[in-house]
């Protein structure tokens, strides 16, 4: 997959890896595109861990592993690991650090920056495992150990990063609870616990009232639960016995491996059948060398462009052109160099699309691009990613009647682009139009001259609120102030960044919308952002400037080399 589709600089990302499994071949060819980083999970430190969770990988494979990574070019590496797993001790969290000490030991016996980002997760408990018997442990030992990790890691190459013990508390509560657990979540969700998964909405105070008002002790829940007791979760049937759990949990505390039945030997956990079908794979043997899948696809054709029968010369070094091999087998593959063109896209963003990120934009609409199949031109390198060339990025809330992109691209524009590319887009967000350019000596989207703006407050009157009305009246000061002695309504506002207004105007009063036009400052570059323009130069309150529906309206850009020059995109 990785050689078919990396000519479209497409990249092949991985989920955690079994470092046992781990080859050269697979690190050449998944980095092809982009580097994205491996990530393995060991799970534990120490290897006596590893071995009762059932997950035997030595120390020795994990670094090999590594260090094929590392020497394919590679310079970050992700580790998982978890703390706070039944029978663990300090030693475990020793081995730990060794482990990310001696990963930094592999890394300088290369060039360049090796990196690692070690992420620190806490054992929770959970129903139909074979550990669903075992307590979570004590918040303060999980306190201790992740805190001697903190101080204790403190490498220049590693990166530590963790889970707060309590968000995994309250985990612990919910995966082992009952139904009357049900009722402390619903106390929590009406005292205002909302969005938990982010650190900085996660309230362990409020779930601990939401507990106690509901009548549920958590460390109930969290506790070691007797082998004979009946759990709530007993009634349902995954088809896996309780008898097989219990074996798999005292093998894991005598630490003997229990084998992954996909290679044929039944371990009797319950799921009816004859045992026929279980073989799903056959034991790898020792490979002599390692053999790759070439996969074949169609040539992607280029609308409005024909190739010579006659063999074309291959573009000088340095020369960044796309060669599509020619369509017809029967006359043999013929590289047909094709220049990129320079495109400026028109877009808007309106409705349910204004609460879209800048950044989130633009991977829609390069997405769009790509299924709709215009060949982009990328970047050069270890991760590339399109030649593009943004408008300014305006505030998330904010509706926009134009923003650009400026792109690269080869060969003619596919048929019917645009209705393509919108199809693929979410409401709100419209592509207007593709048009060519010449970029040399001519205008920038990054470079705007002049923008201007639209604000509206909502159900407003002119004089309905005295905020209103005296906004309104502050409005019509400046503009008459500006035509009665400022030529041409050119005026410098005093503000921090000193931007020039060049033009105002009260649309309407009822509901309240004034337009205005921000320029740039000559000296700086910098643009006056709308809301500051309310609140610093017409002196709004901030609590009415929250209510002001902002819209950007249209834009006009700067001509290389040429001053005081405007051209307008529509």
């Not at 079994?18 to 595109?33: I, T």
């Not at 074996?247 to 009797?268: A, F, H, I, L, M």
């Not at 505030?395 to 060969?411: H, K, N, R, V």
Request: proline share 6%; net charge neutral; charged share 25%.
């Amino acid at each position: 997959m990785a050689r078919a589709f990396s000519k479209d600089k497409v990249s092949i990302s991985l989920p955690s890896l079994r470092a046992d499994m781990f080859s050269v071949s697979l690190a050449e060819n998944v980095g092809e595109v982009k580097k994205n980083g491996f990530t393995f999970a060991p799970e534990a430190g120490s290897v006596r861990m590893r071995k009762f969770i059932n997950k035997n990988i030595s120390n020795e494979e994990l670094f090999q592993a590594i260090e094929t990574a590392y020497r394919q070019g590679w310079n970050l590496i992700k580790l998982y690991f978890m703390i706070g797993l039944p029978t663990e001790t300090s030693d475990d969290i020793r081995e730990l650090v060794d482990l990310i000490r001696e990963v930094g030991r592999i890394g300088r016996k290369f060039k360049g920056g090796k990196n690692l980002n070690a992420s620190i997760g806490t054992f929770v408990p959970k129903s139909f495992t074979p550990f669903q018997w075992d307590r979570f442990e004590d918040l303060q030992v999980i306190n201790e150990r992740l805190n001697y990790l903190k101080a204790t890691v403190r490498f220049p190459f590693a990166r530590l990063k963790w889970h707060d013990p309590k968000e995994c508390f309250i985990e612990g509560v919910l995966s082992r609870g009952d139904r009357r657990v049900g009722q402390a979540l619903l106390k929590a969700y009406q005292l205002g616990c909302r969005f938990d998964g982010w650190d900085e909405m996660f309230n362990y105070d409020l779930w601990m009232k939401a507990f106690e008002e509901s009548g549920v002790d958590p460390h109930f829940y969290n506790r070691d639960i007797g082998l004979d007791e009946v759990l709530p979760w007993d009634f349902i049937n995954i088809g896996v016995s309780k008898k097989f759990l219990l074996k798999e949990r005292e093998r894991s505390y005598q630490q003997v491996q229990t084998y992954d039945c996909k290679w044929g030997d039944c371990r009797g956990c319950g799921i009816p059948g004859n045992y026929a079908d279980i073989k799903l794979a056959s034991q790898p043997e020792q490979a002599v060398e390692e053999k790759l899948v070439h996969l074949t696809l169609p040539a992607p054709a280029v609308s409005g462009t024909e190739f010579s029968e006659k063999p074309v010369a291959q573009p000088p070094s340095g020369d960044r052109r796309l060669t599509i091999p020619k369509s017809d087998p029967a006359s043999g593959l013929v590289d047909a160099p094709l220049s990129a063109k320079p495109y400026v896209l028109h877009y808007t963003k309106k409705g349910p699309a204004r609460f879209l990120s800048h950044l989130n934009i633009m991977k829609l609409i390069e997405q769009a691009m790509i299924r709709a199949d215009l060949r982009l031109r990328f970047t050069e390198g270890f991760n590339p990613h399109p030649k593009f060339a943004t408008s300014p990025a305006i505030p998330l809330g904010m509706t926009s009647q134009s923003e650009y992109i400026q792109l690269e691209a080869y060969g003619e524009l596919p048929e019917n682009l645009l209705a393509r590319m919108n199809e693929y887009l979410p409401e709100g967000l419209v592509i207007q139009s593709i048009v060519p350019f010449e970029s040399k000596g001519k205008w920038s989207v990054t470079q705007p001259l002049r923008v201007t703006y639209k604000a509206r407050i909502e159900g407003s009157t002119g004089g309905e609120t005295p905020a209103v009305g005296e906004l309104l009246g502050r409005a019509n000061d400046l503009i008459n102030h500006l035509c009665d002695h400022y030529k041409g309504n050119d005026f410098w506002c005093s503000s921090r960044d000193h931007e020039r207004i060049v033009d105002l105007w009260i649309q309407s009063e009822r509901p309240l919308e004034i337009g205005f036009t921000l320029s740039v400052n000559p000296d700086s570059g910098a643009l006056m952002k709308p809301r500051d323009f309310l609140e610093q130069v017409l002196l709004c309150p901030p609590d009415l400037a929250k209510k002001c529906l902002i819209a950007k309206e249209s834009v006009h850009f700067t001509t290389a080399g040429r001053e005081n020059h405007e051209l307008t995109v529509s």
